[in-house]
């Protein structure tokens, strides 16, 4: 290769310490590649309920959180799967109520709920994987509504279910996402107590729930109430 005029060849050989000043940048260089890199990766995904989730223990509402997983990711979540249990569909089915009433003695049950409470509205729902059906409602006001099923989309009483635990509201215009729910943004329901109903072998079936369209503070005693007299229809129903 020919050097351009004027331009002298350095003859100079290489010091030792050359090649290690020469190691020193290459390795500089890296560490600045990775911190572009670091600095200019994308942050990891993380899902968006799970800040919520890990904020609440009710597992009530984690089933409701859960709910709303599933139905953003198009998911069904290992929670709500639990309404496609057989086992649990079978227990629905056996119970009877499924079928139009009268059931004398868990319209009795669910008439001295609402004297019981103080309570405007009580009634015996039925989860099945699909809808909630409706075995017996009472109403101080005397309208019980012709309507015996309901999609699980319009229920709370799913939500009792698919968690086995109770669902308390007192004022559902606050809850932090059943305030959307279709029954609080019709009026029916301000306040609302669920307990679920269990078979023998585990298995939630439906929810003995009381509601009122005005928020209402439930009371421990309220609570206690409502316990015991779920109590008595998990006895009618499956000790036959």
């Known amino acids: 290769m020919l050097l351009p005029i004027h331009q002298e060849r350095d003859m100079t050989p290489p010091s030792p310490t050359d090649a290690t000043s020469s190691d020193n940048a290459s390795d500089d260089s890296a560490d600045q590649r990775e911190e572009t890199a670091a600095d200019n990766a994308e942050p990891a995904t993380r899902d ?5 989730n890990e904020a609440y223990t009710d597992p009530a509402l984690v089933a409701v959180f859960e709910g709303l997983r599933a139905a953003v990711s198009g998911e069904q979540s290992h929670v709500w799967s ?12 056996d119970t009877g109520l499924l079928e139009p009433g009268p059931h004398p003695e868990v319209d009795q049950i669910v ?16 989860i099945t994987d699909v809808e909630q059906v409706n075995a017996a409602i009472a109403s101080r006001s005397g309208d019980t ?7 699980l989309p319009d ?13 308390i509201i007192d004022d559902i215009a606050d809850h932090p996402v059943l305030r959307d729910h279709s029954a609080a943004q019709s009026g029916v329901v301000g306040a609302y107590i669920g307990i679920p109903i269990i078979d023998d072998a585990g298995h939630p079936v439906g929810t003995l729930c009381a509601w009122d369209s005005q928020p209402h503070h439930w009371s421990s005693g309220e609570v206690q109430i409502m316990t015991d ?7 009618v129903i499956f000790d036959k």
């Open 48 to 52: 968006p309920f799970s800040a919520i």
């Open 82 to 93: 639990a309404l496609n249990d057989s086992a649990r569909l079978r227990a629905v089915y």
């Open 111 to 126: 008439g001295l709920t609402i004297d019981a409470v103080g309570i405007p509205n009580a009634a015996l729902n039925m």
């Open 145 to 151: 509504g012709e309507q015996r099923t309901h999609p």
């Open 155 to 167: 229920s709370l009483c799913v939500y009792t279910v698919v968690s086995g635990s109770p669902l």
């Open 229 to 235: 007299l779920a109590d008595v229809v998990q006895n």
